[in-house]
């Protein structure tokens, strides 16, 4: 079945480019400013959208994501709340393709088949859940997928070619390569790394393959775009909120991180675009 995140890299393969994909934690650092930040990543011209399910114990996430998710949760953020963020969303964007990532207890306390309903209820095309390896497909990729959801998987610099074909067996709307070794944000990533790791994987899969993990620059980005099919930018963008947070939040200052980050964004949909 074809889908938002489909049409959107075959789109952007026809005008002869790589795709943007940018991460923001859901609730950081508010739901209203969440909203806001939404928006503004499309009207810079962002490709698709991992909006970050917040959870305690990030384990793939490095201290921006870590911060990011804490700050979300001290607010309240919740499950639920991160759903709504996304039906709205997806009420003032049709088109852009919305992925959930994060880790799987939230979801298994909400109840897999009540989460993958009120996803697809609210307009969610996919999901990368981080901590769920192939091997437990049958608790939520295998459902997900019967439902409608994409489920994206994460290939590491490790993932050699005896484990490559597990990973890519269930994998659906893309696949994400982690383009170094740790966590979130902690390193840059290698252009030629990520072109091996490219051919690599390419050699295994047809679905589209965008780079992440390392990626900070409009330089970086547009380098990986070309490398690969798309970038993705997370790290960056939740340091730009955390930076302009006051211990007094105010309106005035929301729209002043809301306008920065679309300021940034633009310098990478423009990078990628050239």
């Known amino acids: 079945m074809t889908g938002r995140i489909d049409t959107t890299f075959a789109n952007a393969k026809k005008a002869g480019r790589g795709t943007l994909g940018v991460f923001i934690t859901a609730g950081d650092p508010d739901a209203a400013t969440t909203s806001a930040l939404l928006d503004a990543l499309v009207g810079a011209g962002v490709d698709f959208i991992e909006l970050g399910m917040p959870f305690s114990d990030p384990m793939a996430d490095g201290p921006a994501i870590q911060a990011a998710s804490l700050r979300a949760l001290k607010g309240g953020m919740t499950l639920a709340g991160t759903l709504e963020i996304a039906a709205d969303f997806r009420k003032r964007h049709p088109d852009t393709p919305l992925i959930l990532m994060g880790y799987y207890n939230p979801i298994y306390i909400y109840g ?3 989460f993958i309903a009120d996803a697809l209820a609210a307009g969610v ?6 901590d769920l390896p192939p091997e437990e497909d049958t608790e939520l990729c295998l459902p997900a997928k019967d439902a409608g959801l994409k489920f994206i998987r994460l290939v590491t610099p490790t993932s050699n070619e005896t484990r490559l074909p597990a ?6 709307g893309f696949v994400y390569y982690v383009s170094v070794l740790g966590i979130t944000g902690t390193k840059s990533a290698e252009g030629n790394t990520i072109s091996d790791a490219y051919q690599r994987i390419r050699a295994q899969t047809d679905l589209p393959i965008v780079a992440g993990f390392g990626i900070r620059t409009p330089a970086q980005a547009a380098e990986a775009a070309r490398l690969t099919d ?32 679309a300021t940034f964004v633009g310098e990478l949909a423009t990078a990628i675009r050239k």
């Not at 990973?167 to 659906?172: N, Q, T």
């Not at 909120?241 to 306008?259: C, E, F, G, R, W």
């Open 230 to 261: 798309g970038a993705v930018v997370g790290s960056a963008v939740v340091d730009i909120i955390a930076n302009n947070l006051t211990d007094t939040p105010q309106n005035s200052m929301k729209d002043d991180i809301v306008q920065k980050v």
């Open 112 to 114: 897999n088949d009540r």
């Open 125 to 130: 095309d996919g999901l990368i859940i981080v």
């Open 167 to 172: 990973i890519l067996a269930e994998a659906s």
